[in-house]
């Protein structure tokens, strides 16, 4: 069976996608005190020279966990956010270059993290698993 996959694109359009507040969640009119049905939209205003995006690995339901086994494919360079960000000023700093991945190996109860990163010096791909590093292709980071 071929693991589900989304894009970073994907998660972006997600992220910044108007939701609908659920009942448990309802917002506080400050003129007349009800509780009234609320939506909110995360927007991108300002944008970090690096950005760093923590993507859900476990899912939380009640006193259960379980893994998310999903693929997220990424661009390694020019990574254009543009299309998601509202500041005019901002969109010509909107294109990233991936330089590190953390990876969780395992499951629940035996999981382990490994790194591949860009090394600044020699523009290399390398693994970083405790204290081995070795080097890795490109094609094998995402």
Do not use: M
Not at 36 to 57: E, M, N, R, Y
């Amino acid at each position: 069976q071929q693991k589900q996959s989304v894009t970073l694109f994907d998660w972006f359009n997600y992220f910044t996608k108007k939701k609908v507040l659920p009942k448990s969640d309802l917002w506080k009119c400050p003129q007349c005190n009800a509780l009234k049905k609320a939506t909110k939209k995360i927007d991108l205003w300002l944008l970090p020279k690096v950005l760093i995006i923590k993507l859900k690995d476990v899912n939380y339901i009640r006193y259960f966990r379980d893994d998310i086994d999903l693929f997220i494919d990424c661009l390694i360079q020019d990574l254009d956010l543009s299309q998601f960000v509202l500041n005019p000023a901002e969109k010509a700093k909107a294109k990233y270059d991936l330089i590190a991945v953390c990876n969780r190996i395992g499951n629940l109860s035996d999981e382990h993290y490994t790194t591949h990163a860009k090394s600044s010096l020699d523009k290399q791909w390398h693994t970083f698993n405790d204290s081995k590093i070795s080097d890795v292709n490109v094609e094998d980071v995402i």
